[in-house]
């Protein structure tokens, strides 16, 4: 009974590292695409200006 008490825990633990990890690429991610877009929106005002 300990041991399978301790393998959920375990488990629960590492569930909850894997969706914590999902979570903070998928920030990256994000934050990476919005860089891009900013970058984007910056050229394109230079090029009117320019």
Avoid at 2 to 17: C, F, I
Avoid at 27 to 46: E, M
């Amino acid at each position: 009974v300990l041991t399978t008490g301790a393998d959920s825990l375990v488990n629960a633990d590492l569930n909850q590292e894997a969706a914590s990890l999902l979570a903070l690429q998928t920030r990256q991610q994000l934050s990476q695409q919005a860089l891009s877009l900013a970058n984007q929106a910056d050229q394109g005002v230079l090029r009117l200006l320019g």
